[in-house]
């Protein structure tokens, strides 16, 4: 995995995490020089690596969680339609809640007088 190229997309992001690692006072001006440069000479994703060994890794899921995860909802998806089902009773439950549970939200808010 180490030994796949990297693309200049790959370069400049790898840059914007320097950035914000920067900008966040965890690296001083020289050292975001000399690590970008690294980047931007980097061929493959090894080549990456010594650059943040020292950085603490991006909040939010990795790339490597999502994309099983995302397999498996299209999965789910294609042999069983469950997300569809769980999207449609979410769905069902908002505007039951909005418009009520008897009454459709096109049939519209027209409240019938009582009558003796």
Known sequence: MDSL???DADRAAAVDLLSEQYAEGRLTRDEFDERSDAVWSAKTRGDLAPVFVDLPVRSGFPVRVMAPFLFLV???TILTHVPFVLFALVLWFV???RYGA???PWAGHHHRSRQP
């Open 5 to 7: 190229r990297i693309s």
């Open 74 to 76: 299209i999965a789910l």
């Open 95 to 97: 505007l039951s809640r």
């Open 102 to 104: 008897h009454r459709p």
